[in-house]
């Protein structure tokens, strides 16, 4: 029987996968600390993914790839997508073997992908119109391949969303508006959407984003907003821990179990902290939101 001959790139995939599940395994961390460690140790994984990609396939065209979303900001938490952008300068077909060579070790190892694979000029002009692809441009990271490439992206990106800032900021409003109706209060309902909800981890990001349109908010409200977007983060994590599964919800009965994986003394004392920090979020985001409206109205 001939023996499998594991190569140089073979290995450094292992080693880097090792690394991320020690990384998930350390919880002597939490919150935005363990989120941006295990960013870190991904970077490596699907880097070595990336290059053995290539090694594969040595006639791929020009390519690079970013990381977006959660995976941009370097915030994964444990149970978190991983949302990859491949962009190209060559025909879709001459990427496409290339592209499969990452995705797919990632599908195998049992996580989550959102994934997207275009041309420059597509993915530049998509950012033009569409709200989701505009905000993932302002926080991607390149990762593998073409520095040039995923530099022009990410700088296209950030100027498309400076030149049509009052066009982002309206639509941006409206659907921060259209989310919180839809997951209610963190601060005031028994099971809260610590990512959804109104005062929530994704009010923070709006309003981070926003920052990058014009809206301008005072250091003391960028400070306590950073304060308690890591609390809202390592609830999000406890809950990660304590469940084994993707979700943002604290439900009654996952509460005791998030409230040790996050250390506090008791579910009580771990929701009043949430509380605490939600509702310092929405009074924030509530009053930045409205001098957008006086603005653009």
């Given amino acids: 029987m001939t023996p499998v001959s594991v190569t140089t790139t073979d290995r450094a995939v292992g080693a880097a996968w090792q690394g991320r599940s020690e990384a998930l395994a350390d919880h002597s961390l939490g919150g935005r600390s363990f989120c941006q460690r295990l960013a870190s ?6 880097e070595a993914l990336a290059a053995s990609a290539c090694e594969q396939h040595p ?29 190209h300068d060559s025909k879709p077909k001459h990427v496409e073997e290339i592209a499969s060579a990452i995705w797919y070790p990632v599908w195998d ?27 993932a441009l302002l926080t991607a ?27 982002w900021l309206e639509l941006l409003q409206q659907r921060v508006r259209e989310r919180q109706a839809t997951a209610g209060e963190v601060a005031y309902i028994l099971e809260p959407d610590v990512k959804d909800g109104h005062g929530g981890i994704r009010d923070v990001q709006s ?5 990058c349109g014009g809206l301008a908010l005072s250091a003391e409200d960028d400070a306590a907003l950073n304060e ?20 943002d919800t604290l439900r009654l009965e996952d ?16 929701m009043a902290a949430i509380a605490g920090a939600a509702r310092t979020v929405a009074w924030i985001a509530d009053e930045a939101w409205g001098r957008v409206a006086r603005a653009t109205g």
């Fill in 41 to 46: 140790a991904t970077d490596v994984w699907i």
């Fill in 59 to 87: 006639r791929a065209p020009r390519f690079a790839l970013l990381a977006v979303g959660g995976f941009g900001r370097g915030e994964l938490s444990p149970q978190s997508d991983l949302d990859l952008l491949l962009v």
């Fill in 109 to 135: 190892a049992g996580l989550k992908l959102g994934h997207a694979v275009r041309s420059v000029d597509e993915q530049i002009e998509l950012a033009k119109h569409d709200l989701d692809t505009a905000t």
């Fill in 141 to 167: 990271r390149h990762i593998a391949g073409d520095t040039k490439l995923s530099g022009q992206v990410i700088e296209q990106g950030v100027a498309s969303w400076s030149k049509r800032r009052k066009q």
């Fill in 207 to 211: 309003l981070w984003w926003a920052e």
């Fill in 228 to 247: 308690c977007y890591d609390i809202l983060l390592d609830a999000r994590v406890a809950l990660h821990r304590a469940t084994g599964r993707p979700g």
């Fill in 255 to 270: 509460q005791d179990a998030a409230a040790r994986a996050a250390g506090a003394d008791s579910a009580d004392a771990l």
